[in-house]
Every structure is written in C-alpha cells, then in structure tokens.
C-alpha cells in the first residue's frame, strides 16, 4: 500500500498528518481537513484504520503539551455517552458498504463544517445551552458515533467545551485526555472490522512524524492568529471536499 502512492498522494498524507497535529493543538476546524484528504488517497473507510493509530500519537503528544489543563469534570460527562456511541458507530460500520459509508463521512462532515461556520460567525447562538445532563448526554451520543464513523468528532466537543465556557487552553487540555481515552477504546474495534493492518500501521509509523511538528505549530499559533479567521478558510475547502465525498461534483 505504502509503496504505490503517487507524489500526490504523498503530499495529501503528508498535509493530513500535519493537520492531525495542529488540530489537536487547538484548531479544531482543522481536524476535517485530515479527514478529508485520507478518505480522498484511501477508500473511506479504510482510511479511518489509517488515520486511527496516528490520532492516538497525536492525543499523546496533546497530552504531554496540554494536558495539565484539563478540566476532569466535563470529560467524565462526557465520556459515559461517548462510549455508547462508539459502539453504535462500530454496529453500523460493520453493515455500510464503501459508497454508503462515504457518503455518510461526506454528510458527517458537512454538517459538522457548517456547526463549525455558525461557531465562526455567531459565537452567541450556543452561549445560552443549558448545562443540564440531556445536553452531554446528546453531543456525547453523536460525538461518539462520529470518532467511530470518521474520526472528525472534533467540532462535536469543541462545541460543548464552548457551550459550558471553558475557557481556550482548558478546553484543548480536556479535549486532548477525552480523545485518548477514546481513540485507544476505538483501536481494537476497529481491528476487529479488519480496517487496521500491518500496511495500515506502516503508513501510520512513515508519516506521524509530521504530527509534532503539526502541533508545535499549532501552539506557537493559537495564542497569535485570531483563530476565528483561520478555520474560516479551511472550513471552506473542507465543505468543498465534502460535498466531493458526497459526489455533489
């Protein structure tokens, strides 16, 4: 697998793998991206065993930048939820086809792309959410068949880590504990549906060592780049590449 990749494909991987890092170093926007351009070298589905082992290193490297920060009353929240979620997207992974299940990536994707756009533009709309235990209870569901279904859960718990105003770098210290806990829960499922491999893992081991440099970059940006802009941009191309997943064109 590794060995027929095109210099195309290269640079696509290689922009992911840097984008799994900046997304975990507070861009949430961004973690789309990669999403996107693995699906686009690698079946849909596929890519998810691809992507996988690459976003635990990522949620390590989170960790030991930001992990102080976290908040452990939200992430247990969140997390009894989120469980339950995983294993509903590992039920309906092991029934959708390839066609079927890029086009449910490409949906996910979009739909969490114009979340993302309403957080850009109209921070207000979620400022009033109720902090009772069916709101938790609702994003974590869906937060978690969406790490199982596409790994872009992302956006899914930015938006409830804003919606109970936890401030910047609590945010992405709480976010980098909850995704590790997650994306190690989610290894042997995906294991078991055959999407992790021998040559799966080989990619992963070639092109993670652009997810620290990723990162660093994303922490010396995130306290000088007005990140409201920045995602407003790579939310656009990512909803284009979206809508190609879902062969609108």
């Known amino acids: 697998m590794l060995f027929n990749l095109c210099p195309l494909d290269i640079l696509l991987l290689l922009i992911g793998s840097f984008g799994i890092g900046f997304s975990k170093a507070g861009f949430p926007g961004v973690s789309m991206l990669h999403v996107v351009l693995f699906a686009s ?8 065993g691809v992507l996988l082992p690459m976003l635990v290193i990522g949620d390590i490297c989170a960790i ?12 247990r929240r969140l997390l009894p939820p989120t469980l339950v979620g995983i294993v509903t997207g590992w039920a309906m992974m092991g029934l959708l086809d390839d066609g079927k299940f890029r086009a449910l990536v490409g949906g996910i994707i979009l739909t969490l792309t114009m979340v993302q756009i309403i957080r850009s ?4 709309a979620f400022e009033h959410v ?12 869906l937060a978690g068949m969406t790490t199982m279904l596409a790994n872009a859960a992302g956006p899914v718990v930015a938006l409830y880590l804003l919606a109970v105003n936890l401030p910047k ?8 504990w909850l995704f590790f806990v997650l994306n190690v829960i ?11 491999t021998p040559s799966t893992l080989l990619i992963g081991a070639v092109f993670s060592a652009a997810i620290p440099i990723g990162m660093m970059s994303g922490r010396w940006l995130v306290s000088r780049v007005p990140q409201v802009w920045f995602n407003s941009i790579l939310l656009a191309f990512t909803a284009i590449a979206a809508c190609r997943l879902l062969g609108l064109f």
């Open 41 to 48: 070298v690698f079946e849909a589905k596929l890519s998810t």
């Open 130 to 141: 109720p902090h009772q235990a069916w709101f938790a209870i609702v994003l974590g569901l």
């Open 169 to 176: 770098w609590e945010l992405i210290g709480s976010s980098a």
């Open 64 to 75: 030991k930048f930001f992990g102080r920060k976290a908040d452990w009353k939200h992430v």
């Open 186 to 196: 989610k290894l042997p499922l995906s294991f078991s549906l055959g999407l992790i």
């Open 121 to 124: 533009w109209r921070p207000s």
